[in-house]
């Protein structure tokens, strides 16, 4: 019983600690594959917004308030997968004190923002604020890690090299270089 609370404690707060460090996490819906997306800790929670003109999209994760996610942090200094924990989705309504309060830690964030001045309107109007609330149950932790790489193909697109490199390219390279 104590081992188990202490792990209980021990990923609590690794979740804390390795999700505030981190910029992006992989969240993982009911649909589709797992997506990047940047978000901010926020009162035990990885707090996001999306699905907005000029916002990251969460369309097609299937994240629905009241539903559950998976999110997967990388570690900070290796780059490899650190933790992995379920959460539970909350979407507050626009305007309520609890949106309020993720946006304005959101918004001081928020790189490049076009309409810096009216962006929290903009995300009342047009985006999801969502917050990521750890259930406390980890699938994937420092000695409790699946031995298979987890690395799914790139999704297609149009925007592919379909031919070689021309012959020339390097030698124009270097000469670039000198001048």
């Known amino acids: 019983m104590t081992e188990t609370v202490s792990q209980a404690l021990q990923d609590r707060a690794l979740i804390e600690e390795a999700t505030k460090k981190s910029g992006l996490i992989w969240v993982r819906g009911n649909t589709g594959p797992a997506r990047a997306l940047w978000h901010l800790w926020h009162d035990g929670a990885a707090v996001l917004v999306g699905d907005g003109a000029g916002e990251q999209p969460l369309t097609g994760l299937g994240l629905a308030d009241g539903g559950t996610a998976t999110v997967t942090v ?44 009216t962006l929290t309107e903009r995300w009342a109007r047009e ?12 699938t994937q932790r420092p000695g409790a890690m699946p031995d ?26 270097r000469r670039g270089r000198r001048g």
């Open 74 to 117: 990388r570690s900070k200094d290796k780059g490899g997968r650190l933790i992995a924990w379920q959460a539970r989705v909350v979407e507050p309504a626009p305007e309520s004190e609890t949106w309020r309060a993720a946006v304005d830690e959101l918004k001081g964030k928020r790189l490049n923002a076009p309409d810096a001045d």
């Open 127 to 138: 985006c999801r604020v969502l917050r990521l609330e750890p259930t406390g149950e980890t």
């Open 148 to 173: 298979d790489s987890h690395a799914a193909p790139p999704p297609a697109t149009p925007a592919i090299t379909r031919r070689p490199a021309p012959a020339a390219l390097p030698k124009l390279l």
